[in-house]
């Protein structure tokens, strides 16, 4: 090899190299980005990446394409084959050599009642996995929802121990300024430095529990566990409590799915029927052609039209009626269920309905108390500024404040949450009802 085909080689392999590392630099930087989500992009995100949600529409999509191939049954089914044959004789008078070739062709086609209703089954699977993925969507849908705004709140409430252990710290630095000017006791030290203490589980636990909770969204939207987000979004809630409680309602999909399930049985049970008690019509044709004496000679065919049914299927104890009965008794189990699941869901709404009114009662008196801290921490404020109060009341009225924000957070979220899941049992969009 000349030296410049040599130093060529090299320089390929340096800019491999080169390269390869701005590819890796580049992907730690793809899973670095900070990603910005509204609760709308991060239910699209979800939609498109959560695996379970893959693997129900992977389930649709065979169920789709078993319902478009099943008129297959209505089309005869055909054989060929292709033999070569040699005479045999236990005097040994036939030449070695003889061999007969031959092949032979065959075709068939069964027609009964019970086929159509086969094929009927087959679209009707179909349309319920269609009506059981719109179900997956929606629960995701939902949970999605729930977790991005009790994330919000987690934050919040993250932020409130945050605080908290840092006006403990403060108290405690000041009881032990005083207790060392002989102005504070011992004890009082002590009492500073334990609630300090008390604290800092409080603020780890508030932490672990926003951590834990924001690695099972990301495993929900299908996005790598080290990819950092932000939420953008709030806890406020400004809908019309009327349209809430009275909205109108469509038929919710587990109730649609039950239908679909009892129609479904419903074709087998017909399926059944006819397949044990109607006749079924058989068609069939077959030719075998063999080469003999130098030409192809077509030895023999037939076509044949018969007309069966199995005698054993009257009989009161046979598989058919056996079959027929437990499809019977499935269908009133499943009528049943639908009747139940119709009361649950009524139960449920008037639940949801009477937990909305109580969270918007609710709101409405915490945010009385949100006032009053308000007010008593501008006249704390008003006071330091005039010399009148020490910083530490002035932090302590701060902290009042944030935590009377707090509660109203936290029923902020109990309201949102009650109108996801009264929206899901409505059967309408979610994230509509205003």
């Known amino acids: 090899m000349s030296y410049s085909r040599y130093l060529f080689s090299i ?3 340096v800019s491999f190299i ?7 630099q580049v992907s730690a930087q793809d899973s670095s980005v900070e990603q910005s989500l509204d609760v709308d992009e991060a239910v699209r995100i979800a939609l498109d990446n959560n695996l379970s949600l893959q693997r129900s529409a992977l389930d649709l999509s065979g169920k789709q394409r078993t319902a478009d191939r099943s008129w297959n049954t209505l089309i005869p089914s055909l054989s060929a084959s292709a033999q070569v044959s040699h005479p045999t004789s236990i005097t040994g008078a036939i030449p070695a050599d003889v061999w ?5 062709v065959s075709a068939s086609l069964t027609l009964s009642a019970a086929t159509i209703e086969q ?4 679209r009707a699977d179909y349309e319920a996995g269609t009506l059981t993925f719109e179900q997956a969507r929606q629960e995701l849908e939902l949970q999605v929802r729930k977790l991005f705004y009790q994330l919000i709140l987690l934050d919040a409430n993250r932020a409130l121990a945050a605080r908290s252990l840092e006006s403990a710290q403060a108290r405690y630095e000041q009881s032990a300024a005083l207790a060392r000017a002989g102005q504070a006791s011992h004890l009082d030290e002590l009492s500073a430095r334990v609630d300090r203490e008390n604290q800092k589980p409080t603020l780890r636990n508030a932490e672990t529990v926003y951590e834990n909770t924001v690695d099972s969204f990301k495993a929900l939207l299908g996005i790598p566990r080290e990819r ?4 953008s979004g709030t806890l406020d809630y400004a809908g019309d409590p009327n349209r809430i409680t009275q909205a109108a309602r469509s038929e919710s999909l ?3 799915v ?3 399930s009892i129609e479904t049985l419903e074709i087998q049970r017909r399926a059944a029927w006819n397949g044990a008690y109607i ?3 058989r068609l069939s044709w077959n030719s075998t052609t063999i080469y003999s004496n130098d030409t192809w000679n077509d030895n023999a065919g037939s076509f044949s039209v018969s007309l069966g049914i199995n005698i054993d299927n009257f009989l009161p104890w046979s598989t058919a009626k056996t079959q027929i009965d437990d499809l019977n008794d499935r269908m009133s189990a499943a009528q049943m269920q639908l009747a139940e699941s119709q009361q649950n869901q009524e139960s449920r709404i008037a639940q949801y309905r009477r937990t909305i009114e109580k969270s918007i009662e609710t709101i409405e008196a915490l945010k009385l108390n949100v006032e009053l801290a308000l007010t008593t921490y501008e006249l704390y404020e008003d006071a330091y500024r005039k010399g009148a109060a020490d910083y530490q009341r002035l932090r302590d009225a701060g902290d009042s404040l944030l935590q009377a924000q707090n509660q109203v957070q936290q029923e902020q979220y109990n309201l949102i949450a009650a109108v996801l899941d009264m929206e899901k049992e409505l059967n309408v969009p979610l994230g509509t009802v205003k």
Do not use: R, Y
């Open 279 to 281: 006749p079924s019509l």
């Open 100 to 104: 007969t070739p031959g092949f032979q």
């Open 18 to 24: 080169v390269m390869l590392g701005v590819l890796v």
């Open 119 to 122: 094929i009927k089954k087959a």
């Open 228 to 231: 950092s987000i932000t939420l």
């Open 11 to 13: 320089m390929k392999l």
């Open 254 to 256: 587990e109730s649609a």
């Open 258 to 260: 039950l239908l679909k």
